[in-house]
């Protein structure tokens, strides 16, 4: 083995596996996840791209401050693989994937931390149509580490997308009466195109956050967290608007409150969606993941739809969406993805759309918190994260079924474990983005959730007294 040989070989084997996660690649810049590794991905996709007969990939990044160089390192790997790169800039992540769609490549990679911290990035990544999730994510790091790699005189060339995707979101949206909307960005990168999309669909747009700065200075830009949420029910408030939208760093996950200041869960905000696609696509399947409410199953179910409860994690449920056909899924994180009148993927932008679509032609001009309160519910939380390394997390996990407390219950367990009982339900799952345990609980009663909630602390702290449960 010559030096050089030798040298490239141990900087593969400095890339750190635990970046390459379920349904992306995520970590904390420059320690586990470094420009190396930017541009050991652009090989490795571009190999793999090489493979299935795709000669295009469509990269973008969100407002992340490491976003452009890694973005410079991912661009050189793709191209020395003989990718055409179309490097479309700091857009939302939605966009990137119309782009891909836009390009007819079906290929690309958008660089983002999502919700993460700052000081975290990632990427997230679609072939030949498919997004990558899981298996598909470890040949990837295969590649690297085994270089299996194909080389070739690639190219690079810029392209501006922005306006397109905002004129077919517009052209496909038909808001019939005026409406006002307060919109929290929360610094990420829906706010370098949040006040011209807004005004662009016909609505009265106010805008919180809405430079775009990776340091986050407002709020962390998750919607999924009530506290990141006060200064939109505020703002709402103040403005007399008729909704608020918050969006995610990168602009796949939506936050909604109504006109009265109150925070509508994704779940909830589903069943407005259902009914929207139910009556254009009857006995449609429809998916949401397993955090969510069990009122939106059965109001799948009485709408004559078919509710399908599967894994959380975007890719995975894109997946599905493609193999049962399903027009609709969502997420209790915020994501939707509508193949009815959309291409299927995870996109805020479009979500909001749809529901100010939603609210503008109710037959019944009834404002939001009015169409949301005829909706079923119980008594709920928020996600609730539990601290655990990385490293034990899936293994507690395995270790709480294996005590088998709830034998007289409904055990749901596709990921993690969900115990549904007569009078409500508990989840617990480890994330696959963060070192958590993700909680979820609902009661019928304040009484029935305390109940489930102390349940689930008992069997977790027999697993794990160490645990910080916040409950």
């Not at 052209?171 to 011209?196: F, H, M, R, S, Y």
């Not at 029910?233 to 608007?241: E, N, Y």
């Not at 529901?355 to 918190?369: F, P």
């Amino acid at each position: 083995m010559t030096q050089v040989v030798a040298a490239r070989a141990a900087e593969n084997m400095h890339i750190d596996k635990s970046v390459f996660r379920a349904y992306d690649i995520r970590g904390v810049v420059d320690k586990n996840l470094t420009e190396h590794l930017a541009f050991q991905l652009g090989l490795s996709f571009g190999s793999a791209a090489h493979d299935k007969n795709v000669k295009q990939v469509v990269v973008a990044r969100d407002g992340r401050l490491t976003g452009e160089r890694l973005m410079a390192n991912l661009k050189k790997g793709l191209a020395q693989t003989g990718m055409e790169v179309i490097d479309i800039g700091m857009v939302p992540t939605p966009v990137l994937y119309f782009a891909c769609e836009h390009f007819k490549t079906h290929t690309g990679i958008m660089i983002t931390g999502s919700h993460n911290p700052a000081d975290y990035n990632g990427f997230k990544m679609v072939l030949d149509g498919l997004p990558l999730a899981e298996q598909s994510i470890e040949e990837l790091y295969d590649r690297i580490k085994n270089e299996q790699y194909v080389f070739g005189n690639g190219s690079m060339r810029t392209e501006d997308i922005t306006d397109a995707y905002m004129q077919v979101v517009c052209n496909e949206i038909q808001i019939t009466k005026p409406l006002k909307v307060v919109v929290d960005c929360g610094n990420g990168v829906v706010g370098a195109i949040a006040e011209k999309f807004f005004t662009k669909l016909g609505v009265d747009f106010v805008g919180l956050y809405c430079d775009v700065d990776g340091n986050f200075p407002n709020h962390h830009p998750d919607p999924g967290q009530p506290a990141n949420l006060q200064d939109l029910m505020q703002a709402v408030k103040q403005h007399k608007a008729d909704l608020g939208f918050a969006f995610d760093g990168d602009g796949d996950r939506l936050g909604i409150v109504t006109n009265q200041g109150e925070i509508v869960w994704p779940d909830r905000l589903m069943m407005l969606f259902v009914k929207a696609v139910l009556e254009a696509e009857p006995n449609s399947k429809i998916i949401y993941d397993i955090k969510c409410s069990h009122h939106l199953g059965h109001y799948i179910k009485k709408l004559g739809g078919d509710p399908v409860m599967y894994k959380t994690g975007h890719s995975l449920i894109k997946r599905k969406m493609k193999e049962l056909s399903a027009p609709l899924a969502g997420e209790m994180s915020g994501h939707f993805f509508f193949k009815h009148r959309w291409f299927g993927f995870d996109d805020a932008c479009f979500s909001a759309a749809m529901l100010l679509e939603i609210l503008s032609n109710d037959a019944l001009s009834r404002d939001l918190s009015e169409m949301v309160a005829n909706l079923a519910t119980g008594v709920c939380t928020p996600e609730i994260n539990v601290a655990i390394l990385d490293s034990k997390k899936f293994t507690f996990i395995e270790q709480l079924k294996a005590l088998q407390h709830f034998n007289n219950a409904k055990i749901i367990s596709i990921d993690g474990l969900r115990v549904e009982f007569d009078y409500g339900w508990g989840l617990v799952r480890a994330s696959n983005t963060t070192p958590n345990l993700v909680l979820r609980f609902e009661g019928d009663s304040e009484a029935d959730l305390i109940a489930i909630q102390q349940a689930f602390k008992a069997a977790m702290l027999e697993v794990d007294p160490s645990l910080s449960i916040p409950f």
